[in-house]
């Protein structure tokens, strides 16, 4: 039995005379015998908390920042109407910091035999699986003195997928591949392109594309027209070790490259090519692959979900091993990691050889826009130590990426709202250029 606050109250003002002190409640209610009847009568009245029933609807996915719905239907198959404080508990990070408690509770009333269906509005605050935990009801009698109290669990998962902001930027890059791939006016022609059809030719046109063979069988000049070649393959590496922890502003520098895994998994699967995930630290931590057309951005985004970062050193050699593994066919290895000078230099430059006799390799990193402030103030002795930390740090990473690319590698550095069109246009530049 769950004494309420008023039935404490009551017995505390009504069986306590001048001078005594009660050693516990028990002996209050005995001595207030009216009060006592009042609130086994109260307590036998509250409908029953273990025979209640329920079950769930609702999302099972939502994107990172945005709002799920789960619905609770509860069924009181007794007799007894009921008048219960809920509690739908899920995991703190189901919503934004100081919100759960608003958010999870309900109050109710159910009469005998019927049903009501309540909603808990989830806006998760990280990404992954968030399961539902424990119901707790607390059933009231109807003068409010006493309250049966229980837990049920009814399971549900939702789960929570990357936001993929830089989708915004996938209509201005399938513009430009439309003018690549030939279906605009604007036709271009590249060394590992692929024929696509003749016109005829007009002043500006690159005299190395007149189709002379065709000229001849006809009275005006023919060129040809080309257009990226289809099917080559792009596998992303996702560096998920310690460096990917990293925080730069409020995001992530694994959510960060997650982002702009996602605009060029949209973006080179519309181009026709094959794309081939693989997240690495110590071991394979996840993978897609042989998927094609509308299947593999679903699979990506399933992969990346329940990823978090992992706070030891990668293996780089192991990555790269992992990576010839994945892609034993020549591939664009599109590798996600950081251009820290010491990770660069002691783990991958020994082993890139490998992957660079046999692939073309993009590497893309997460920029601190910070450091670039620092570099530039000015005005004060404090600043002026900050602006030559800056700017070492910028002269690091110019020579560490100065030496990835000595061996091939095409370096995409930008800050994290700008590394995922970044790297879409690195990806265009190789298209059209034909080294994929």
Excluded at 251 to 261: E, G, I, Q, S
Excluded at 332 to 361: F, I, K, M, W
Excluded at 404 to 415: F, R
Aim: charged residues 25%; glycine residues 6%; proline residues 7%.
């Amino acid at each position: 039995m769950v004494l309420t606050g008023r039935a404490a109250l009551l017995a505390a003002l009504g069986s306590l005379p001048v001078g005594i002190v009660a050693p516990s409640w028990t002996g209050m209610l005995a001595v207030n015998a009216p009060l006592s009847l009042a609130i086994l009568c109260d307590y036998a009245l509250a409908a029953p908390v273990r025979s209640l029933q329920f079950t769930r609807s609702g999302e099972t996915t939502v994107r990172l920042g945005d709002r799920a719905e789960v619905q609770l239907t509860v069924v009181n198959p007794s007799r007894r109407r009921l008048r219960a404080h809920l509690r739908d508990a899920w995991p703190p990070s189901s919503w934004p910091p100081g919100t759960e408690s608003a958010a999870s509770r309900h109050e109710l009333t159910v009469p005998p035999g019927e049903r009501r269906r309540l909603s808990t509005f989830l806006r998760p605050s990280r990404r992954g699986d968030r399961r539902a935990e424990q119901i707790t009801v607390r059933s009231y009698g109807p003068l409010g003195l006493t309250a049966r109290q229980g837990s049920h669990r009814v399971p549900w998962t939702v789960r929570v997928l990357p936001p993929f902001t830089s989708r915004k930027h996938l209509p201005s890059r399938l513009a430009k591949l439309r003018e690549l791939d030939g279906r605009t006016s604007l036709l271009t022609r590249g060394g590992g392109t692929e024929f696509d059809s003749l016109r005829s030719y007009v002043p500006g046109d690159d005299v190395r594309s007149i189709d002379w063979r065709a000229t001849a069988r006809q009275s005006e000049v023919a060129v040809r027209t080309w257009r990226p070649e289809r099917d080559r393959r792009v596998l992303v590496v996702l560096d998920t070790g310690r460096t990917s922890a990293g925080r730069v502003g409020d995001v992530p520098r694994l959510d960060a490259a997650m982002d702009a895994t996602l605009l060029l998994t949209a973006l080179a699967t519309r181009a026709g090519d094959r794309v081939d995930l693989l997240a690495y630290s110590r071991r394979v931590r996840a993978k897609v692959q042989g998927r094609t057309g509308s299947e593999v951005l679903p699979a990506v985004v399933d992969a990346l979900t329940p990823l978090e970062p992992e706070l030891v050193e990668t293996d780089a050699r192991g990555l790269v091993a992992a990576a010839l593994a994945h892609a034993p066919r020549r591939s664009l290895v599109v590798l996600l990691t950081s251009l820290d000078a010491a990770p660069v230099e002691e783990g991958l430059l020994p082993v890139l050889p490998q992957l660079t006799q046999r692939h073309t390799v993009l590497l893309a990193a997460v920029s601190d826009p910070r450091v670039a402030e620092m570099a530039e103030a000015r005005g004060t002795v404090d600043a002026i130590y900050e602006a030559a930390a800056g700017a070492e740090a910028q002269t690091q990473r110019r020579r560490t990426a100065e030496r990835l690319e000595q061996h091939g590698v095409v370096v995409v550095d930008a800050s994290p709202d700008k590394l995922a069109p970044a790297l879409a246009d690195a990806y265009l530049s190789l298209k059209a250029a034909g080294r994929l």
